[in-house]
């Protein structure tokens, strides 16, 4: 059979992203991050959209010499279509479809939280795959689901977050503690160093779904409680406060998905996006693993944050499976899995 060799783009926030993939294989995974936001403690979407204009064609060029092959050897783009910010995704969805008109090949568009997915089925022979079905808590900065994943392109979101992600519940309370932007790598690095000494009420939502807004107020009414008391609490007791804060939130993600999984009755358990790179949750789910007699997965850390092989992995699926593109190139700020 003919190789596939497909480029990758990711837009769709605050990372420029690109990653070329030789039958499912990467050969290069190039992300540039945008330090520009961390002044403002959030993605500002103006500038997002700006940054991607200048980084883009460097990033590609990039990821294409990395891997070490020519741009007509390409045999397909994918780009994210969505959801993300809408300026961001317009600059890659645009790039995309350019250099693919310009080549002459299929450019394939990508669903952002289904790669987030689809990141467990890059080819690496030190990782195993997820066996069909499989249930994957896709943990990012805007989205907090538990998906059930039926086959590469039948999934449905299950359970979600009614406000913020997990990923914001780091970011917002990394910023309350005058931590950098984006606060998540940080409150781990901090919690590592400190113990679980303050509670912090579990939210009450019906199902599977999350809330993830009261839990970050809880933080700020701890805080200011004890601030009145000594208003130098929050940095003497950093260390644990992070620690207790993200031990509550990880409990909590963990407290719906072994519902969820003890309901279906699936003991194929993965995990993905950028909060899936936090140390306490990867130990929690193995831990969590041998006690449900679960098989557990975790993305290689660089494919866990905003990356363009997870893209590039679902256009490889895409074209493997002869699926219908060209015809939603649109790119599209609020996008369901099904769309
Ligand atoms: O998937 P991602 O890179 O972008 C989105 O699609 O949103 O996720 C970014 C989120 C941010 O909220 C960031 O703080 C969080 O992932 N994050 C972490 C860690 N690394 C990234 N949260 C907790 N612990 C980490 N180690
Ligand atoms: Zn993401």
Redesign the pocket.
């Known amino acids: 059979m003919k190789d596939i060799i497909i480029l990758g783009i990711e837009s769709?926030?605050d990372?420029t992203a690109a990653s070329v993939l030789k039958n499912g294989f990467v050969l290069s995974n190039i992300v540039a991050d945008q330090q520009i936001h961390q002044k403002y403690g959030g993605v500002v979407p103006e500038l997002a959209s700006r940054a991607h204009q200048q980084k883009i064609v460097p990033v590609v060029d990039l990821a294409i010499e990395t891997a070490g092959i020519k741009r007509s050897e390409l045999t397909a783009i994918a780009f994210t279509r969505g959801p993300?910010l809408l300026g961001s995704l317009i600059v890659g969805s645009s790039f995309a479809q350019g250099l693919g008109f310009s080549l002459g090949i299929p450019v394939v568009d990508v669903n952002?939280m289904q790669a987030?997915v689809l990141a467990h089925f890059i080819e690496d022979p030190a990782q195993k795959k997820p066996g069909f079905p499989f249930l994957c808590l896709t943990?990012?900065?805007?989205?907090s689901q538990i998906v059930l994943v039926r086959t590469h392109f039948d999934m449905d979101v299950i359970g979600e977050t009614i406000d913020d992600?997990?990923?914001?519940a780091?970011?917002k309370a990394?910023k309350l503690l005058g931590l950098p932007y984006?606060?998540?790598?940080m409150?781990?690095?901090m919690a590592a160093e400190g113990s679980v000494r303050f509670d912090f009420p579990m939210p009450s939502v019906k199902g599977y779904d999350y809330s993830f807004s009261g839990l970050k107020t809880s933080l700020l009414y701890f805080i200011q409680k004890e601030q009145e008391k000594d208003p130098d609490f929050a940095r003497k007791n950093l260390r644990d406060i992070c620690a207790s804060y993200?031990s509550a939130i990880v409990t909590y993600l963990f407290k719906k998905l072994i519902l969820c999984a003890k309901n279906l009755g699936i003991r194929e358990i993965a995990i993905a996006?950028?909060?899936s790179?936090?140390?306490h949750?990867r130990a929690e789910l193995q831990r969590f693993g041998k006690e449900f007699g679960w098989n557990t997965y975790i993305p290689k850390f660089e494919y866990?944050?905003?990356n363009a092989a997870m893209i590039g992995i679902v256009g490889h699926y895409k074209l493997l499976c002869g699926q219908e593109f060209g015809e939603s190139l649109v790119p599209t700020a609020r996008l369901a899995f099904n769309e």
Do not use: W
């Open positions: 769709s926030c990372d993300g952002h987030h943990v990012s900065g805007g989205h992600a997990a990923g914001e780091f970011d990394a984006p606060g998540g790598p409150v781990d690095k993200q996006g950028g909060v790179a936090n140390s949750l866990c944050t905003d």
